[in-house]
């Protein structure tokens, strides 16, 4: 469905609302082009305003505190929390575009601003992040920002409070997004060296004898361990990954093509960095697009079908 077809669907009607989401829409597509195709093609249309407002909003905010010195990170997290703060709870629509669309899912899907609201709470952490001491300060991590910033939009297909299986969803996002963060870290550590911390615990780092510093200058005496390093942490990640497989069986049969396809290109991603081992020393790793494109199209194929029969 066009974009257009897809706002008036959501009800958003408003010139002046239709410009503010078409320009989450464009932010969106050019620096998450995966997750956006899924939700084109796999959500219902009603939902891609607000799915496209809530990943727009979290990218905004990441990219304010997600590098620089951390007293920059953590002021600039301050007077983002204030002006999202107003423009949520303000008596007036706000100017800026990504709080204008937020301030109207918000008003469509009520529960949202408690979302962002965890989110924002969450955030200080990630503001402060210079890396883990331990695997507890990684699940801490997890905890307090990884998992609200993907209830941001995992919200909006929730099951509802009182169906009884809204406390195992959330529990099956915390093992989802434990095993995408966690491999995240691992094909992003040869560019996250070089930006001075990465997202291995350093406790981990000691048990394989692997020193910041030789994977910073990416020397080759660090690729045994760098080795072993990602088999055990690869190995964590699919424990993960395999207790999300509950997903979705928990919420609306319009929604399983999407759960499904997100978790599946999860199960790419890990398998890509299991392959590439020691190799992320020099270079990241990730699903390949072909692969990809061929998940997209199984649950492309599964949609449809669930909608025609709807009709």
Same mark, same amino acid.
């Not at 200080?124 to 609200?148: N, R």
């Not at 299991?274 to 992320?280: N, S």
């Given at each position: 469905?066009?974009? /257009? ?7 958003? +009607?408003? &010139?002046? %609302?239709?410009?503010?989401? =078409?320009?989450? $829409? *464009? ?58 703060? /107003? ?7 706000? +100017?800026? &575009?990504? %709080?204008?669309?937020?301030? =109207?899912?918000? $008003? *469509? ?203």
């Amino acid at each position: 469905m066009r974009w /257009a077809a897809a706002l008036t669907r959501a009800g958003i +009607t408003d &010139p002046h %609302l239709r410009r503010a989401y =078409d320009v989450q $829409r *464009r932010l969106v597509r050019r620096f998450a082009l995966q997750e956006y195709v899924a939700a084109r093609l796999l959500l219902p249309a009603r939902l891609h305003p607000p799915v496209i407002a809530a990943v727009a909003y979290m990218h905004t905010t990441d990219e304010l505190i997600d590098t620089g010195e951390v007293g920059a990170r953590k002021a600039a997290l301050r007077r983002w929390d204030e002006e999202s703060t /107003a423009g949520i709870e303000g008596s007036g629509p706000p +100017t800026q &575009p990504t %709080l204008l669309a937020l301030w =109207d899912t918000t $008003r *469509r899907h009520p529960h949202m601003a408690a979302r962002v609201r965890a989110f924002l709470d969450g955030a200080t952490v990630e503001a402060e992040w210079t890396g883990f001491d331990s695997e507890a300060d990684f699940q801490a991590y997890v905890d307090s920002y990884s998992l609200p910033a993907l209830m941001l939009t995992a919200s909006l297909i929730a099951p509802v409070p009182d169906a009884g299986r809204d406390e195992p969803f959330v529990e099956g996002c915390r093992a989802l997004i434990e095993g995408w963060q966690r491999c995240d870290f691992l094909a992003d550590l040869s560019e996250d060296a070089e930006q001075g911390c990465i997202g291995i615990p350093q406790d981990e780092l000691d048990r394989h004898g692997l020193k910041f510093e030789d994977l910073r200058s990416r020397s080759e005496a660090c690729v045994p361990g760098l080795e072993r390093l990602v088999r055990g942490q690869t190995e964590l990640a699919e424990n993960s990954l395999a207790e999300c497989r509950v997903l979705p069986s928990l919420v609306a049969a319009e929604y399983r093509p999407f759960l499904e396809a997100l978790i599946a290109v999860q199960e790419l991603r890990l398998r890509a960095v299991q392959r590439e081992g020691g190799g992320l020393l020099r270079r990241g790793a990730g699903p390949g697009g072909l692969a990809a494109l061929g998940v997209l199209a199984r649950q492309y194929r599964r949609a449809r079908t669930q909608r025609r029969r709807a009709q």
